[in-house]
């Protein structure tokens, strides 16, 4: 299941630097080259992430070519924005390494560096 | 009833009174293991007492209710309507009252904490998965990424699998020992499932909101969870590079970790107090780290702690004794 997750990060790594659209054989002929890989599995792993909703899909003849349904980018901030967000406002359990910090805080945090600064040579 | 007042009126009183006392002893973090026993025993002294308080109200009016129900008949009838029958009724309803608004309260505070877990765990799972798809892979770290932000950050988030984040920002402030502290710093919170507690306390917080011990609770375990996980880091990647990366991300700006070891910063080089009473984490992380406390002082709040934690877990057992005796 690790595995799995592992190649979809792979495939939209991929599919984000490739840009424009892609079918499942010019990924699978691009990956081939570089892993042990079946086209089976390349084709059910794009399947999940259209299902999952990171993939948008337009038949074109007889098979489907897939495009990110939002940039990397969009992606980033969002998550940013969600991590960034007061404790109030995102339910989610991050532990950041430094917390967000209000003024007094700052200003605290400076005092101990001014401190520092005076202690060193 | 005796018994539920009891435990009811410790419950109340601790769940206001522990953290006065409780918060000097964690605040500095000179005892990080016995701080967060205490806090969490604390909390789960004040809970039982809860519920063993509703059983008991509940036991009393299951009992009382063949008394309650012949004597209200018997109001109801008028004559026979004596002093002692009338007494009994106010005495029971009140039994009742109690029992049902108790098992009320807690069904609601039961409600939101499932509620808030639930939404927590499925806002963590879909950000971890989110992280590591949208990610870039840092060399050699697994299951650890990159996200393109200027700001400086640095994260980890509970999942299946879990996910460490650094964004761009942090990346250009530390050097490769500082981002060594910093994810050895996040891989102990995963390590010692530190986002479990978290889970646990922050939904206590939203079930008992505007309850002291519930809400300071759970920020006082973040903070001590924050301690936990930099004595780790210092463990492996040393005190220099662990402050020096804590003071680049807060400030934003790059601190050599070469030069603040080669100046000193080990402990005995550093200022002397300069923190107001205030619970202030960042800072107060960095002052622990530059000041760490002696072994008998360490020794000393751990000895406090400890007797602390062990009348709050002996408080219920031992009142539910003494009253039904």
């Known amino acids: 299941m690790h595995g799995f997750g592992e190649l979809e990060a792979v495939l939209m790594q991929r599919i984000w630097d490739h840009g424009g659209t892609l079918t499942v054989r010019d990924l699978f002929e691009e990956l081939r080259g570089e892993r042990n890989i079946a086209y089976t599995t390349v084709m059910s792993t794009m399947d999940n992430l259209h299902r999952k909703g990171w993939l948008a899909r337009e038949r074109d003849g007889k098979a489907y070519r897939y495009k990110p349904v939002a940039s990397r980018e969009e992606y980033s901030a969002r998550l940013m924005r969600e991590a960034m967000a007061g404790a109030g406002d995102t339910e989610a359990v991050l532990s950041h390494f430094v917390a967000q910090m209000d003024g007094s805080e700052s200003a605290a945090l400076r005092a101990v560096l001014a401190k520092l600064r005076d202690a060193l040579p | 009833m005796i018994t539920a007042l009891a435990l009811l009126g410790y419950a109340a009183c601790a769940a206001w ?90 069904a609601v505070a039961a409600w939101r904490y499932g509620r808030r877990v639930r939404r927590s765990r499925a806002q963590t799972r879909s950000h971890a998965r989110a992280a590591l798809l949208v990610g870039r892979a840092i060399a050699g770290q697994a299951r650890t990424v990159m996200l393109d932000d200027p700001r400086p950050a640095a994260y980890c988030v509970a999942g299946r699998p ?35 507690l978290a889970t646990v306390t922050r939904g206590l917080a939203a079930a008992f909101p505007g309850v002291p011990l519930f809400t300071r609770g759970a920020a006082e375990v973040a903070r001590l969870t924050e301690m936990a996980a930099d004595d780790t880091a210092t463990r492996s990647s040393g005190r220099p590079a662990l402050v020096t990366a804590l003071i680049a991300i807060a400030t934003g700006a790059a601190v050599s970790s070469a030069a603040a070891a080669g100046a000193g910063i080990r402990g005995a080089a550093a200022p002397a107090g300069t923190m107001a009473a205030a619970a202030r984490a960042v800072p107060d ?41």
Do not use: K, N
């Open chain 2, 17 to 106: 009174c522990v953290p006065v006392l409780l918060a000097p002893l964690t605040r500095r973090g000179a005892s990080v293991r016995a701080g967060l026993a205490a806090w969490l025993t604390a909390m789960a002294s004040v809970l039982v007492s809860a519920a063993v308080a509703i059983q008991f109200s509940l036991r009393t009016v299951a009992a009382d209710w063949p008394q309650l129900t012949r004597a209200l008949c018997r109001s109801v009838a008028g004559g026979a309507c004596t002093p002692a029958v009338y007494g009994s009724v106010v005495y029971q309803a009140g039994v009742i009252v109690l029992a049902v608004s108790l098992t009320l309260a807690g």
């Open chain 2, 162 to 196: 879990a996910a460490i984040v650094v964004t761009s920002g942090a990346l250009a402030v530390l050097d490769p020992p500082q981002l060594a502290a910093v994810l050895a710093h996040e891989s102990a919170h995963l390590a010692h499932g530190h986002h479990a």
């Open chain 2, 285 to 325: 992380r960095v002052e622990r780290l530059l000041r760490p406390s002696s072994r008998a002082r360490a020794a000393a709040f751990a000895a406090a702690l400890t007797l602390a934690l062990t009348l709050l877990a002996a408080a219920p057992p031992a009142l539910t004794f003494l009253a039904t005796r």
